[in-house]
């Protein structure tokens, strides 16, 4: 079975940074699209950001674009978010979801498989 974890969440300040991680088991995910999700309380599942798990083609939502990085580690499975200079409006619960075969977008609904989520609260 598949299995997505994710861990780096935590309370920071504006302008800090924090590093998420996604553990990924369960196949070979070599052609799979990876991405963040976030999600805030009442709010839609709204995309983050997205790559390929060979570490291509990378896609950010506008409004993380030039803060939040995502990587890929082939070695350890494990997908990494990178987030910089986080705002207020970033506190969301983050979620990792992968794609069969990269046919992942920005809509949470072409995702095949979904992590448990992690916290993120940002204070100003």
């Known amino acids: 079975q598949v299995q997505l974890v994710e861990s780096g969440g935590g309370l920071v300040q504006a302008g800090d940074s924090l590093r998420l991680s996604c553990a990924a088991s369960?196949?070979?995910?070599?052609?799979?699209?990876m991405a963040w999700f976030r999600q805030a309380p009442g709010k839609e599942r709204d995309f983050v950001a997205a790559i390929r798990w060979t570490g291509g083609n990378t896609y950010y939502a506008d409004s993380v674009k030039g803060r939040f990085t995502i990587s890929t580690d082939n070695a350890k499975n494990t997908v990494v978010l990178q987030m910089h200079s986080l705002k207020p409006e970033d506190t969301a619960v983050y979620y990792c979801?992968?794609?069969?075969?990269?046919?992942?977008?920005?809509?949470?609904?072409?995702?095949?498989?979904w992590g448990q989520g992690t916290q993120v609260t940002v204070s100003s």
């Open positions: 369960g196949r070979t995910f070599g052609r799979y699209t």
């Open positions: 979801a992968a794609a069969q075969s990269g046919l992942g977008t920005t809509l949470a609904r072409t995702y095949d498989y």
